[in-house]
């Protein structure tokens, strides 16, 4: 009796929620209301869980969702571990015969998904799913990225050739997941979207071993030069290179810590607050500096920026392209914490170009 | 003059006199010193002479220890810690009645005992809910451990009376009685010393009055799983019991994690600020219902799994400290079937992107500050290979007080997960398992199965653990009789109850090691326990504990290859997973002690095993590695034992219905020659597959524009240096020496590549290697290496020139000599398959 009335009082409470939004009993039903919009499904552990439990307390019975879900889909999908014959047939009735979409890597959560069925972004991290507020703040940025970057799509769907790439790089740029393979697609060979779909960061790491660190520095500024590349493929690039430099190899010494200071900054740079911006910034500790890392901030002293003159580019931007996105989020506010010192961080944002100090180590640059 | 001499020679005489009786009183200690060390040993008067001061000086220590303190009259009341590989006697009177070995009885004479035993499990279980509690012995009663203990013992023999097992079984059936006999297990497992150590901890006397006053805590204390270092497991307990407090403790999630902390941290030896780490970690994360809620309802040995789970230490590169656990806890919730497959949130990646390799400490080195020093974080940032991706999966749900554990497998790392009931295997590829978590140190499949059923049936394991326990302390007693009594009964209730048939089996060693009816009815006992379904575990029962006593006592060697071969006869398959036979063939023939009763025992189960489509590719490997590893001496045994082998391999069928058991079995021997580098073996089987599983190779071979010379690699034999998992296809390997070509797979990386050993040393003119690969990579250069002996090798030019699916080796100039030849790559790993190696020129003639 008691299940009965919270359920019936739960129900009552989803009935309650904004005009606006769609209400779906079932998977499928949510795919086929959805049109344009997005799908937003609050997945949780119903019968193993108690965090689950308490956030679906929290999002649904309170019905603290309602104001954001506005023109999306709600669907409520419980998970259970085990099920019993009831458990089995809610699962059944609520999923027909589709599939919850791939890709989710922790519960409770809240899955954006489009009427294809694309999982277009996930709030599932344990700080933002533990309080209401924070994990729908996390909602609202991705619900206004999918309309964003289906206006953008829409407007590739209209286009052709170049612009229609250009419009496709555009959207993936933003930070929300593409639907299924509309890159992969449209990808033409060695178009700035072909790059991106085809890049292989293990592939790199094979060419340049074998080869010398002028080949490898052209090879790489040749890559990057072409365009197409995400902000993570080109630091990813630059890992690549920067590791093929500071392990030196056969017939080849390793390069000079000033740099590899200066290869490291670039990288981290092109955005420092991603994973890889934060692996640059931890090799410049250990690697140009002969540090270790510690539980304590990084010392400012590492953030000075070496340079590269011969190097090239990193921004991402094709030859002649001047309106690119550039070496973006170069702030010195990196993913571990703001370790710029006053005056060189001008620098390690802009001044990729400035000359570098003396490399006494004689490597090939 | 004379009457004065005669005085004074009178009082001279008289002061000798006096010097001899007075002296010895006043210098008591050197002259009984002297005699002493005289009477001790020739070797200690030798040496006085040799060196003045030294006999002294050793002589005064030794003496003065002996003299200075009294002879200890009173008996040693130290109860000595019991570990159960052991058994220890305690000092007391014999009791004649006691001190024979009962009969051997059948199955049906222990009809009765076990109707009693099965009545004793409900029994148990009901009782348990009852929850009995008796605080007897109060904190300050703990500060003499021994004196509880022998008034303990001398109650339970009153109560026991004439021990016999009717008796026995209606006492064990009363709370108050069990719990008696755990407090002496429990006293007996730590040792009286040891518990003295305890009480002079802060909360010492409180948590052993606290402990041995509860009937559950003491079984699940002592009956979950082995009892290693219970002094160590006792001290844990009382910093968790400190940590905690009495009331907390009383809960029984709390107290179950405490004690499942406590005792696998002393078994596993790791240190104190770790264990009470991963308590805090449980029982904060249960309190805060973080954990699934499937913890609140595991038994005590399954929470062991998970409490006890590896690596405790804190830090980067740690899966089983705290901050990795709970990093693991929030980010990776998912139902416990999820679980099993949670390693695809992992790229797999050898190297990084900025190319270190996974191997190396540059791998994740730049990143750890970021991830917080957190294993698991980092590695789904980085990636990582089977190490890191199984480790992911299996903590992610031990994070989340799910059983799983890690486990080896040949070159590769794969987990086991326990969804329900069931042991599942995650990111396998091989059938050889080893798990990193056991109980008994036994790491196969087969016993994590046997102890999932063994505890699934948990009362009735339980009753048979408690009979144990009795046993144990009647052998103490030195009440022999009722002890066999006890043990036999236990391993009858339960025979899938591997420690208790350890024990037993020890018992009757020390006992009545000679006792060819007992050690028969053991045999039969495991064969028709254990043996039903557990085939891995009675296999190994019998051939480390039950043959090496039993063999010597049985005089008719065909009987004894009789009931070798019959344990093989008596399993139907491989049970829950393939394992290795090897060990147990080992055993058996390592009773044969002529050559003769080899040959025979080899027949015996030849005959057998070939007729059995599991066994016989296993039965053929081990022969030809145990023909491998004889001693030269005149061949005979070898020549032998190889024209057995080829004969039973003749035998294999090949009709169509028999033929893809023959492919399965010569491929696991051609598989084993090839390892063992049996050229003459591998050709023969390699011809016989050709002969009766014709269908299963290639008609055409690769088109080949060869080398001068002819092919001096058909009759070679040929090994990659790939891991094979499923051997069932490696008589393909051998037609990749024939023209018609075959399959095998390839791994070129660093000294591992193809390697192939020839009848004789050739002089080489070139090489063709033939790939399944319609393009081969061709950024790194192939060579060849050949060597006269298959240990020194020597790099021969030119490199291989690749084109499509073929490399050319053109050595026509080079000089080039070799019985061994292999194929190597410069550069990373690369995988390719081979359909075809020939090696062209003439052998040597010498």
């Not at chain 1, 003159?309 to 993913?335: L, N, W």
């Not at chain 2, 009995?132 to 509880?148: G, L, M, T, V």
């Not at chain 2, 390699?686 to 010379?709: D, I, Q, T, W, Y």
């Amino acid at each position: 009796m008691k299940k009965f009335l919270i359920n019936a009082f739960s129900a009552l409470l989803v009935a309650l929620l904004p005009a606006e939004a769609a209400i779906a009993r079932t998977y499928p039903d949510a795919l086929a209301k959805a049109g344009k919009h997005p799908i937003v499904i609050f997945i949780y552990g119903a019968n193993y869980d108690k965090v689950g439990q308490k956030a679906h307390e929290e999002f649904v019975k309170k019905n603290k969702i309602a104001p954001y879900i506005k023109q999306a889909t709600f669907l409520e999908m419980p998970l259970y571990q085990q099920p019993n014959e009831r458990e089995k047939k809610d699962m059944e009735k609520r999923l027909g015969n589709k599939r919850l979409p791939g890709g989710i890597w922790s519960y409770p959560c809240l899955a954006i998904v489009d009427s294809g069925g694309n999982l277009r972004a996930v709030v599932q991290k344990p700080e933002e799913m533990k309080d209401p507020e924070v994990a729908l703040a996390a909602l609202k940025v991705h619900l206004d990225n999918y309309y964003k970057q289906e206006k953008i799509l829409e407007r590739a769907r209209k286009a052709k050739g170049d612009r229609k790439a250009d419009h496709l790089l555009e959207a993936a740029d933003i930070d929300i997941a593409m639907p299924g393979n509309v890159l992969g697609k449209n990808a033409d060979g060695d178009t700035g979207l072909g790059n991106r779909v085809g890049y292989d960061p293990t592939a790199l790491v094979e060419a340049l071993q074998i080869m010398s660190f002028d080949e490898a520095n052209a090879h790489v500024r040749k890559m990057m030069a072409q365009g197409g590349f995400s902000k993570l493929q080109r630091q990813m690039m630059m890992a690549a290179y920067a590791g093929h430099l500071r392990r030196g190899g056969e017939k080849k010494q390793t390069a000079s810590k000033e740099r590899l200071r200066a290869l490291y900054t670039e990288m981290r740079n092109i955005d420092p607050k991603s994973t890889y911006g934060a692996y640059a910034e931890g090799a410049l500790v250990i690697w140009v500096e002969g540090g270790t890392l510690t539980e304590e901030a990084v010392p400012a002293e590492i953030n000075r920026v070496g340079t590269t003159p011969d190097d090239g580019d990193s921004s991402g931007r094709s030859s002649g392209d001047s309106s690119g996105s550039g070496s973006g989020g170069g702030s010195g506010r990196t993913a571990m914490g703001d370790t710029r010192i006053s005056g060189d961080d001008a620098g390690a944002e802009d001044d990729d170009f400035a000359d570098s100090e003396p490399d006494d180590e004689g490597d090939d640059f | 003059m004379s009457a004065r001499l005669i005085q004074l020679l009178a009082g001279s005489f008289l002061f000798f006199c006096i010097g001899v009786t007075v002296f010895p009183v006043l210098f008591p200690t050197k002259v009984e010193k002297k005699v002493t060390t005289v009477a001790r040993t020739e070797t200690v008067i030798k040496r006085d002479h040799q060196v003045d001061d030294w006999e002294t000086e050793e002589a005064d220590e030794d003496d003065a220890a002996w003299q200075e303190e009294p002879e200890d009259t009173t008996p040693d009341r130290r109860i000595a810690s019991q570990d159960d590989e052991t058994f220890d006697e305690e000092d007391v009177p014999i009791d004649p009645k006691q001190n024979v070995v009962p009969e051997a009885r059948v199955h049906a004479q222990f009809t009765s005992a076990l109707g009693e035993m099965r009545r004793f499990a409900p029994a148990l279980e009901k009782q348990e809910a009852e929850n009995y509690k008796n605080d007897e012995f109060k904190a300050a009663d703990w500060a003499d451990p021994e004196k509880i203990y022998f008034s303990l013992t001398d109650r339970i023999l009153n109560k026991l009376g004439k021990l016999d097992e009717t008796t026995i079984m209606r006492k064990l059936q009363e709370p108050a009685f069990r719990l008696d006999l755990a407090r002496i297990t429990l006293i007996r497992k730590a040792g009286s010393q040891a518990l003295r150590g305890v009480c002079t901890r802060p909360k010492g006397k409180e948590m052993l009055a606290s402990l041995t006053s509860d009937l559950n805590w003491m079984t699940n204390l002592l009956h979950s799983g082995p009892t290693k270092k219970m002094d160590q497991a006792l001290c844990y307990l009382e910093t968790l019991y400190g940590l905690v407090g009495e009331q907390e403790m009383s809960n029984p999630v709390t107290r179950r994690i405490a004690t499942t902390t406590a005792l696998e941290f002393a078994r596993e030896g790791w240190n104190e600020n770790d264990m009470t780490a991963r308590f805090k970690y449980y029982n904060d994360s249960w309190k805060e219902g973080k954990l699934n809620v499937a913890l609140d309802n595991l038994q005590y040995w399954e929470t062991r799994v998970v409490t006890g789970c590896k690596q405790p230490g804190d830090g980067a590169g740690s899966w089983g400290g705290p901050r990795n656990l709970a990093w693991h806890r929030d980010n990776v919730r998912l139902p416990m079937e999820q679980y099993l497959g949670a390693e695809c949130q992992l790229e797999y990646r050898l190297r990084n992107v900025a190319g270190d390799s996974v191997f190396s400490s540059e791998y994740l080195a730049p990143i750890w500050k970021y991830v917080n020093f957190t294993t698991g974080w980092a590695y789904r940032e980085i990636g990582g290979v089977c190490g890191a991706l199984s480790h992911y999966a299996t903590y992610s749900a031990l994070a989340a007080g799910l059983p799983a554990a890690t486990m080896g497998e040949p070159g590769h790392c794969a987990y086991a997960m326990r969804i329900g009931n069931e042991w599942h295997r995650g990111n396998s590829i091989y059938w050889q398992h080893s798990l990193h978590k056991t109980f008994w140190g036994e790491h196969e499949w087969g016993y994590l199965i046997l102890t999932q059923k063994l505890y699934e049936e948990r009362f009735k394991t339980l009753s048979a653990d408690i009979m144990v326990a009795m046993a144990d302390f009647l052998t103490a007693r030195r009440k022999m009789k009722a002890a066999f009594t006890c043990y036999e009964i236990a391993v009858k209730t339960q025979p899938n109850n591997w420690p208790a048939l350890k024990r037993y089996a020890a018992y009757l060693k020390f006992k009545a090691p000679e006792d060819k009816e007992k050690w028969m009815t053991l045999h039969d006992a495991v064969m028709d326990g254990m043996g039903k379904n557990h085939y891995h575990a009675a296999a190994t029962m019998l051939a480390r504990y039950v043959y090496p006593n039993l063999a010597p006592l049985i005089k008719d060697r065909a009987k004894l290859n009789k009931m070798y071969s019959g344990l093989f006869n008596h399993f139907k398959d491989w049970g829950a997973n393939r394992w290795d036979i090897a060990p147990i063939l080992n055993a058996q023939i390592s009773t044969c002690t002529t050559d003769d009763d080899k040959r025979a025992y080899l027949k015996e189960s030849l005959r057998v095993l070939m007729r059995r489509p599991d066994y016989s590719g296993a039965v053929l490997t081990w022969g030809l590695g145990y023909i491998s590893q004889l001693p030269e001496g005149d061949g005979k045994i070898q020549e032998d034992f190889t024209n057995m082998l080829v004969q039973a391999m003749g035998r294999t069928g090949a009709s169509k219905k028999d033929i893809d058991e023959t492919w399965a079995t010569l491929g696991e021997a051609i598989h084993a020659a090839a390892k063992n580098k049996e050229r003459r073996t591998f050709q023969a089987i390699g011809k016989l597959a050709h002969r009766k599983c014709k269908k299963k190779f290639n008609k055409k071979g690769p088109r080949v524009k060869g080398f001068s010379g002819r092919v001096v690699s058909a009759t070679a034999w040929i090994d990659t240096a790939t891991t094979i998992g499923d051997m069932s296809q490696c008589c393909l390997h051998w037609g990749v020496l024939q023209r018609f070509g075959g399959v095998m797979p390839g791994k070129f990386e660093g000294k591992a590549g193809l390697t192939i050993g020839m009848e004789k040393k050739c002089d080489i003119t070139g090489v063709v290697c033939v790939s399944t690969e319609e393009k081969l990579k061709n950024d790194r250069p192939f060579y060849i290496e050949t060597s006269d002996d298959g240990m020194n090798w020597y790099r021969a030019a030119p490199n291989g020139v690749i084109s499509g699916n073929q490399i050319r080796f053109d050595l026509k100039k080079s000089n080039v000599s070799g019985k061994y030849v292999r194929m190597l790559r410069e550069g990373d790993k690369y995988e390719p398959g081979i359909a075809g190696f020939y090696v062209y020129g003439a052998p040597q003639r010498n």
